[in-house]
């Protein structure tokens, strides 16, 4: 297994504060987050309610964009949480996820608290992330209708109330096509309507992430959900490793972007950082990364398929969710090893100023990629490679 960090590493933020000067540290945070990310002063009732329930919270404005004279600004307070499960993986199934429930309902609380707008969780919330087992009972039992399944009626009530945008990944089952099982977000209205829902398109095939044993990649494409709160679109989990997919939600219109995810420190983790802001910088909107938190222990052993010893844990999920903005700004990451909330707020103004600014779109040629990508799809493709007739092997 690569090297990686412990479950006991909070975070970068903690050690480098921890260990620097106040008058160097605004000097690194400057250079590692960039100008824009400032601290966000939350209700100090929140804060407490937060510390009563051991779960990290942290708030950020996003202060980069500019007045303009024609346009009022868009403020928005975007949401993110990460979650451990919070009870043993053996015990019933309908008390894994009420548990789950009950935590996210404390977090969800504080989030109304902080005046949270547009929220999303972690891949898969609802339920640990077995798919590494390649089990199918009990994990199948955890899926659930996106339209009116108990996780779904439970958010839409919370949405409602709380006047939030709440974006929910679950693992699916759908009753109409044969009760197949799908990795799906569902986007719930801050009215506590389902706005729709949106499929997981890049699936793993890599370590323990053995997913495609229970469902195949989406056939949703890039759906963009324009809310009372801005157009979002989500990107779960594997697909922030391909750049196209982040492009298309861009493409169609979005300006903000949830990665729902499950990845752990061996695997992934100098990678987490970089991606999501690469995307809100690439496609001029505001990126968030949402990561499961925690070591999940399933009741039999599994293997890899890489020659090693068969095991019982997945791995430590590192958490360290975060937001980016579309000049490159970004907050903090939460905690490696805790559960949390994090709350920014963001002009999407700022959306259409990068655009302004740098020119990703106009220069884009979508129309040069497009013919190469339909050249390259084709049987008889050969490489467009030229050779040095010097050069032999």
Known sequence: MAACLDDKFESLEAILAEHLPEDVLKKVNLSLRGPGSVDLELPSSAKE?????????????????????????????????????????????????????????????????CQVNVICMQE?????????????????????????????????????????????????????????????????????????????????????????????????????????????????????????????????????????????????????????????????YFAVGINRVGTETFPNEFTSGDGKSAHKSFGHFYGSSYIAAPDGSRTPGLSRIRDGLLVADCDLNLCRQMKDKWGFRMTQRLDLYADSFTRAIRPDYKMDIIKDPNFTK
């Open 49 to 113: 309610t937060a510390k009563k329930n051991n779960f990290d919270l942290q708030g950020y404005q996003i202060k980069v964009a500019q007045n303009e004279q024609l346009r009022p600004e868009r403020l928005v307070r975007i949401g993110a949480i990460q979650n451990t499960i919070q009870k043993p993986t053996d015990a019933p199934v309908h008390e894994q996820r009420d548990a789950i429930h009950k935590r996210i309902d404390q977090i969800l609380a504080v989030a109304h608290e």
């Open 124 to 284: 898969a919330w609802t339920m640990p992330f077995a798919f590494c087992t390649r089990e199918k009972y009990p994990w199948v039992e955890f899926a659930e209708s996106a339209y009116d399944g108990p996780s779904t009626k439970f958010l839409a009530e919370r949405a409602k109330k709380y006047n939030m945008v709440i974006v929910s990944p679950i693992l699916e089952r759908d009753e109409q096509h044969g009760d197949v099982f799908w990795n799906t977000a569902v986007i719930i209205s801050n009215h506590g309507n389902v706005i729709g829902i949106t499929r997981k398109n890049h699936i793993p095939r890599v370590g323990d992430f053995n997913e495609s044993t229970y469902y195949m990649e989406g056939n949703t494409g890039h759906k963009v959900f324009e809310t009372e709160f801005g157009r979002i679109g989500v990107n779960i989990c594997y697909g922030r490793h391909h750049p196209q997919n982040w492009l298309m939600y861009g493409v169609n219109g979005a300006e903000i972007v949830f990665n729902p995810s499950a990845t752990v420190g061996a695997l992934s983790e100098p990678l987490w950082s970089i991606e999501a802001r690469n995307a809100a910088i690439a496609n001029s």
